[in-house]
């Protein structure tokens, strides 16, 4: 697995790419140019990663069983290989997951996953439900990988308590197809006692130049 370090110093930023993008989509957009003086500055080292849509659900020639499983090592892979190697590069406690359309579904999913490891997740136009990848199969993979279907069971009280310490953040525009699905996760997130602010933009906004508006917005600086 190939990824890609921008910036020396700062708050861990754990960047996803679009659906079935690669490690340096966000550097070819010009969206570390947005964040240049947080970078250059030392307020945010970003750690870009590659998917593995591809293998996981957007592998329609898979079984849905195995589309999940594949986004189980996935998430394995984040939390056992890419954190351990950011920390040793750096030793800033705070991390944030960040993507945009299905990077976004990746950066929530991750976080809500692991409250313990990340302290702000930004999703920008995402989706937080994986039945459309799934041909109604159903099983603990998926659900577990399904933010809007895990979090509205979730009932143990130490993860609910880091869960609510987390500053979460759904942007997404008002004529955005996939609007639903930002308003049903901080719905559901609500219902938990789980605070977060659902940012909505006037139009479509579901493209680059809406998210570098909306990144240079949000992400403001961690010392």
Sequence with gaps: MELLIVGHAGARLLVFPTSMGRFYEWEDRGMFNTLGDLIDGGQLQAYCVDSVDAESWYARWKHPGARAWRQIEYDRYLADEVLPLSRQKNGNPFMITVGASFGAYHALTFALRHPDL??????????????????????????????????????????????????????VGRDDSLRYSSERLSTVLWSKGIGNALRLWDGWAHDWPYWHQMIRLYMGGHD
């Design 118 to 171: 990340v302290g702000r997740a930004i999703g920008l136009s995402g989706i937080y439900e994986v039945a459309r990848w799934t041909d109604g199969y159903y099983d603990d993979n998926i659900y577990f990988n399904s933010p809007c279907d895990f979090i509205a069971n979730e009932n143990d009280g130490g993860r609910l308590e880091a869960l609510r310490r987390q500053d979460l953040i759904l942007a």
